[in-house]
């Protein structure tokens, strides 16, 4: 039986730079800076009680425990989006949706 051909090895920094130009992973990691700094986005108290659960499509997903904490984030969407701009970049969340 023959042997196989070994593979030639990747250098680590071009699997890396693969990774990271991967669009899955991509939302991925920017879905987990949102939740690692979902506390200091929305403060302390509304972080408790509203919860990121996804981001498809542009589109931020929170589930909230009560209609006020969804009443109070609704009232602030617009400063919200800004807050998280900074966090992951312009244009990866459009629009936050509450549930």
Do not use: S
């Amino acid at each position: 039986m023959p042997k196989p051909t070994p593979m030639k090895p990747t250098p680590v920094h071009k699997a890396v730079e693969a990774l990271l130009r991967d669009k899955k992973y991509q939302k991925g990691l920017r879905l987990a800076l949102i939740e690692e700094r979902w506390a200091e986005i929305v403060g302390e108290q509304i972080a408790k009680y509203a919860h990121v659960q996804g981001l498809e499509k542009g589109r931020l997903l929170i589930q909230c425990d009560h209609d006020v904490w969804r009443a109070t984030l609704h009232h602030t969407k617009p400063e919200l989006l800004g807050r998280i701009e900074q966090v992951v970049g312009k244009g990866i969340v459009k629009e936050i949706f509450l549930n």
